[in-house]
């Protein structure tokens, strides 16, 4: 049990602060229940926290306010979709304030989902799921859908250099290729918005 506790908070370390996780993630370590139960002696330790049941998360603490940091929701979502096998993909509001859009913490986070609708509750946020038809499931990196969504919501007309320089601080520039070559396929508009964005 201790030898399996210790591969788990390894690899939780190796993630770093932040990182949102299920029993799914230590799957190749052991048995569930087994695993289960290491990551219920964890977070009565303290060293993990709870978002939702079975989902945990790694906790941050800000170094100005000197206290734990909300999970993060994105996070969140993406450890739901491993646990469950989904594919999902952000609203364009979602995407927009993922890449810092938008200055407000949002209360809802809405993903569309080839999964199941559902609805959670987390530390005062709401955090849904849309079962549809998702535009962008072809895409291996985050950031190619969080700027699709994020572009095509701002729109063709004036999506503002402002907001796309906002945009290009969001990314990573070592991302800018990949970006490129799989969002080749898209609208035209888009396209030329992101090879601005990734130049």
């Known amino acids: 049990m201790q030898s399996l506790e210790n591969k788990i908070v390894s690899r939780i370390y190796g993630h770093g602060r932040g990182w949102v996780f299920s029993k799914t993630d230590f799957s ?17 330790k303290g060293t993990i926290c709870r978002a939702i049941r079975g989902i945990y998360y790694y906790p941050q603490e800000s170094s100005l306010l000197k206290e734990t940091l909300p999970v993060n929701i994105q996070q969140v979502a993406s450890a739901i979709a491993r646990k469950f096998n989904w594919q999902i993909e952000p609203s364009g509001e979602t995407a927009l304030n993922i890449l810092g859009i938008s200055t407000q913490v949002p209360s809802r986070y809405v993903y569309t989902t080839n999964g199941r609708s559902k609805i959670y509750e987390i530390q005062n946020r709401e955090l849904q799921f849309k079962k549809g038809m998702m535009r962008e499931t072809g895409f291996k990196h985050l950031e190619s859908t969080l700027l699709v969504q994020g572009l095509r919501a701002l729109g063709k007309e004036n999506p503002g250099s402002e907001n796309l320089q906002i945009i290009r601080n969001a990314i990573n ?14 609208t035209s508009w888009i396209y030329k918005l992101i090879q601005e964005i990734c130049r």
């Not at 052991?30 to 009565?44: A, N, P, Q, Y």
């Open 28 to 44: 190749d370590l052991g048995d569930h229940s087994t695993i289960d139960w290491s990551l219920h002696r964890l977070e009565k």
């Open 173 to 186: 520039p070592s991302k800018y290729a990949a970006i490129l070559k799989e969002t080749r396929g898209v």
